[in-house]
């Protein structure tokens, strides 16, 4: 069984209806033990970095989280949830990740013409880079998927799978052997994302 992490972030039925829509089973759970039982985990994730960090600490899952992750077990962050996987994040001011990919977390302002719209919102194309990786093994380089975020993965070029233009290659999505993430939301990118998160549900841990 497949399960969605809820610690009060997160567009956790979205998700789940993604799931039912290519016939796999998920549960959005705040039980650790249900965590640990599951096959793999999805970490889902909006709003802000601080508050999502606090909001996972507090609820008891990080441990958990970070736990399974060493453990092999196949583990997908989606959006603000792929931010976390990171060592520090520097969103107003600089907070700790969980450390399970190294990179840090900046803003897009860094790096983009100071003339394009921030927040990032919209369709845009994946450049896959390096080996294409098992998370797209059903798409192809220059399928569009749906972006909404300011911040973006960076000093992370080894685990870089993909990058979209948004002027400037941001990190799109990444990978560190079992554990996997997309800055994009594949439960809002079509048949992509479906195909993306069928992918995820045939990795090995």
Known sequence: ??????????????????????????????????????????????????????????????????????????????CLG????????????????????KGNVRPIADVIPSDLKIPHIGWNALEFRGEKSPLFKYINDGDFVYFVHSFYAADCEKNTIAVSEYGAPLTAAVAEGNIFGCQFHPEKSGTVGLNILRAFCETEG
């Open 1 to 78: 069984m497949l399960c969605i992490v809820d610690y009060g972030v997160g567009n956790l039925f979205s998700l789940k209806s993604s799931f039912d829509a290519i016939g796999i089973s998920a549960k959005v759970t705040s039980d650790a033990e249900e965590l640990k039982k599951a096959d793999r985990i999805i970490l889902p994730g909006v709003g802000a970095f601080e508050d999502a960090a606090k909001k996972l600490k507090n609820s008891g899952l990080q441990e958990t989280v970070i736990e399974e992750a060493k453990n092999g077990k196949p583990i997908l962050g989606i």
């Open 82 to 101: 792929m931010q976390l996987l990171f060592d520090k994040s520097f969103e107003y001011g600089e907070h700790d990740g969980l450390g399970l990919i």
